[in-house]
């Protein structure tokens, strides 16, 4: 079966992906959910990508990419390094690559970011951030996961690739992102990607919100990239 590597978004860690990894492990998926450094300013792309790299070290094909949130940039370099991966983009920035002509607005208006500090890091507060990302946990879920949020930082550098890779790729977008409008995604999809996009129900945060849905999603997308029977 498949190897996932899945990347976690800014301020989030390895461990947002847990409640996913125990469902692809039901459907005899591997996964690695490696801990990227987002809250490092000094850290260049590549130097974000780094620990992912590292994590996929020896493992065969097929590999799944996974990239959520902000972390679709280092997902694209990481695929461009194994054409024969399937890169999934998972409610998407998608902000490395120059977007085309006649893009609607990126972000949901009014979406309360903390502030940046000097050293250009955003933090949160924890009962901010369960307000703004996870309305739609349980309660006591919601505050483990605001209480393990960490700074996070903007790339330093630019970024390596200059165009997106050449590998067989897939969007997947939440109807009630809370970060990014829904029309962004479609339209980059289509028009930066040229893939016809597939929408979920819920939040930005699928793999906490419903990951028995989403395990669903990616072993099928993962047994069509393969041409694997189903389950």
Not at 53 to 82: C, K, M, N, Y
Request: hydrophobic content about 40%; some cysteine; overall charge negative.
């Amino acid at each position: 079966m498949a190897t996932f590597c899945l990347i976690h978004g800014n301020w989030h860690d390895g461990s947002c992906w847990e409640p996913l990894i125990d469902r692809l492990q039901a459907r005899d998926h591997d996964s690695l959910a490696p801990d990227l450094p987002f809250g490092d300013p000094k850290a260049s792309y590549a130097d974000r990508a780094h620990p992912a790299f590292e994590a996929l070290e020896g493992v065969p094909d097929p590999v799944v990419i996974v990239g959520h949130s902000i972390g679709s940039a280092e997902a694209a370099l990481i695929a461009a390094t194994r054409p024969s991966s399937l890169l999934v983009y998972l409610c998407p920035r998608l902000d490395a690559f120059p977007a085309p002509p006649g893009a609607p607005n990126v972000f949901r208006e009014g979406f309360p970011f903390p502030p940046s500090r000097p050293d250009k890091t955003r933090v949160w507060d924890a009962d901010a951030a369960i307000d703004a990302m996870y309305r739609r946990l349980p309660p006591e879920t919601a505050r483990e996961f605001a209480e393990r949020l960490h700074p996070g930082a903007p790339a330093a550098g630019d970024y390596p690739l200059r165009e997106h890779p050449d590998v067989p790729t897939v969007l997947v977008y939440a109807t009630d992102d809370e970060f990014f409008e829904p029309a962004w995604e479609r339209f980059i999809a289509r028009e930066l990607l040229g893939v016809d996009p597939i929408e979920i129900p819920g939040g930005h945060f699928p793999m906490l919100e419903n990951p028995d849905a989403l395990a669903e999603l990616f072993d099928r997308l993962a047994r069509e990239h393969e041409k694997l029977p189903s389950s």
